[in-house]
């Protein structure tokens, strides 16, 4: 099953809890409602339907899919507020050398996305922030067919307890926003990479790979947390605060709400400093229900 990041569009007002959060589906679609099976539209699937997700299994050459579905899509619709950032620097990651950033940005303009997500990663790996052997191919995978700016498939474990290769896919929707907001995407994604690693070699406090509705939210709160909180110095996204807005609209209302307060627990902290860093970013007072 999958992991997808979508960004839909949210209004900061109350949230009322989901059963789910957003599946597959296209931009400014509802969430579903109810549950969804293992080997169909797997928990948390961006997927319309269970026959969309195996068939997007048999194109991927699999017989089934793995043990475990969640789909985090990143995607949003234009935003004034985008123009009021777009001042100097607004593009700078401070995570990726300037010349790199520029290097992206032309291949980006090019429509040579492959090569700027290979770009992206080889210079990420450089710097420790990405262990490509982690990775299926070594790289994240352009997917023009995939909606919202990411997914990846859990892949399951080997008899000896460690993690098969993840595919990361990214979406078209990843490169509209610019690079931190692609970088933002693609380490999004990573870090579910990190999550499926077995628990002693993961840094995520809620590691694993399986069906269980509230790990795959937990996980999802836990990959937006890791965003907003290296908004600042490792994304750049700190330079859009209507992105840094955004994140936490996801985390919080899609993922958060439908949590209990066990289930809560081994993330508050991390969630409250994720609410509190969007707070300042963004200069607005945000919800947040511990």
């Keep these: 099953m999958l992991f997808d990041r979508e960004r839909n569009n949210h209004e900061e007002t109350t949230p009322s809890p989901r059963t789910a959060p957003p599946a597959r589906h296209d931009r400014g679609a509802e969430a579903p409602t109810g549950s969804l099976t293992q080997f169909g539209a797997g928990d948390g699937m961006r997927a319309d339907t269970a026959a969309q997700v195996m068939s997007h299994w048999t194109e991927q050459g699999a017989s089934e899919p793995a043990s475990y579905a969640a789909s985090h899509s990143r995607q949003r619709t234009s935003n004034d507020n985008d123009a009021r950032h777009k001042g100097p620097g ?97 380490m999004h994604e990573y870090w579910h990479v990190r999550q499926f690693q077995q628990n002693k070699d993961s840094p995520s406090k809620v590691p694993g790979q399986g069906s269980d509705r509230s790990l795959i939210n937990q996980q999802e709160v836990e990959a937006y947390c890791w965003e907003i909180m290296n908004a600042e110095k490792h994304t750049g996204m700190d330079k859009h605060p209507d992105q840094v807005k955004e994140a936490w609209l996801r985390l919080y209302n899609n993922y958060w709400v439908a949590l209990t307060k066990d289930q809560r627990t081994p993330l508050l902290d991390k969630a409250t400093n994720a609410h509190k860093i969007a707070e300042k970013i963004t200069g607005e007072k945000l919800t947040f229900v511990a």
């Design 90 to 186: 607004a593009d700078n990651v401070p995570d990726l050398k300037v010349e790199t950033v520029e290097s992206i940005k032309k291949l980006i303009k090019d429509d040579k996305r492959q090569e700027a997500l290979d770009k992206l990663v080889a210079e990420a790996a450089a710097a420790g922030k990405i262990d490509k052997t982690l990775l299926d191919g070594g790289k994240a995978h352009y997917d023009a067919s995939i909606s919202g700016e990411g997914v990846v498939d859990p892949p399951g474990y080997q008899a000896s307890g460690k993690a098969e290769k993840s595919k990361v896919l990214i979406g078209t929707d990843a490169f509209g926003k610019g690079v931190p907001w692609l970088y933002s995407s693609v």
